[in-house]
């Protein structure tokens, strides 16, 4: 019997037509699992086989979002110009197995305490590496329709000038109350201990946990010779997925356009076979957007 002849390729500059189309899922495929070399660090896509993109947790784009946000409220040091989530645009996810996992992802943004009609406050990208389970992931984030440095500036001093007029130091306790209520006079208070939690958030949040400031349990302001201000907080903050409340003291000195300084004490709720355990931390907020 002669051998089957095969048909003749289709003409074109690059190459047999119906052998790229069938090579186009194959690449696709290959290209997805190829890309684990892409996080900061990698070391070869022999070192960094990929995940398939269902294996990758749930929210993740959420999470890193809501780190990035973090670690961009502490960079930015203003009370008046703090963000949160508003929705994730686009984000895609790599994994190398022996280092973390790298999110790149755009979302747009609210103003935290936002006016009545005041639309979304802006658009973010960022990318956010998550050192596999442990904390504090290194960011790189850059945001758009930034309030006005004038109008920022101008309300954060009034807020200064408020604090700094106080007869009294102030000594609060129990914010928001039993009913859920800020007094709009202790609004910036809790504008203020939302700024120093951003940097405990941020140091905190893992691929699969993250925080929410739930109360202020105590706030304390000390007079200074200088023309600072100077807080001492002790937060509740929200631990999710697991539902504990983490009690961190955290000391806070702030001064308008300048770095913010922050200190902090967690103590971690444990089983009483445990031993009892504390984190610790503190920051100057640093001159660039990212920490890789």
């Known amino acids: ?64 979002a809501r780190a990035a946000l973090h670690f961009f409220n502490f960079r930015a040091g203003s009370p008046s110009a703090l963000r949160v989530l508003a929705a994730v645009l686009e ?3 790599t994994v190398n197995p022996k280092k973390g996992c790298q999110v790149d992802l755009v979302f747009t943004t609210d103003h935290y305490n936002p006016e009545v009609g005041e639309e979304h406050l ?33 309300e954060d001093y009034l807020l200064y ?72 907080y002790t937060v509740l903050l929200h631990e999710f997925s697991t539902q504990e409340i983490i009690p961190c003291r955290i000391h806070l000195v702030w001064y308008p356009g300048k770095p913010l300084k922050v200190k902090y004490h967690c103590q971690e709720l444990q089983t009483p076979e445990e031993a009892s355990g504390t984190e610790e931390g503190s920051a100057v907020a640093p001159t660039e957007l990212n920490n890789f």
């Not at 051998?3 to 290959?30: F, H």
């Not at 691929?207 to 109360?215: I, N």
């Open 122 to 154: 802006g658009k973010c990208s960022a990318r956010v590496f998550f050192r596999n389970q442990k904390p504090k992931p290194a960011i790189n984030v850059t945001c758009t329709r930034l309030i006005e440095k004038n109008k920022r500036q101008e």
């Open 161 to 232: 000038k408020h604090m700094k007029q106080l007869k009294t130091p102030l000594d609060v306790t129990s914010i928001p109350d039993s009913h859920g209520h800020i007094d709009p006079s202790l609004r910036p208070i809790w504008d203020l201990a939302f700024l120093g939690s951003s940097y405990v958030m941020w140091e905190k949040t893992t691929q699969s946990l993250h925080y929410y400031m739930a109360q202020i349990s105590s706030v304390n302001q000390w007079k200074t010779n200088d023309d600072t201000i100077d807080f001492d």
């Open 1 to 64: 019997m002669p051998p089957r002849r095969q048909p003749p390729p289709a003409s074109g500059p690059w190459g047999p037509r119906p052998a790229v189309l069938l090579l186009a899922p194959l690449l696709l495929l290959l290209a997805l699992q190829g890309v684990a070399a892409a996080p900061v660090g990698a070391e070869g896509p022999e070192d960094s086989p990929g995940l398939q993109d269902a294996e990758f947790p749930s929210g993740l784009l959420q999470q890193a």
């Open 91 to 93: 984000g895609r996810a």
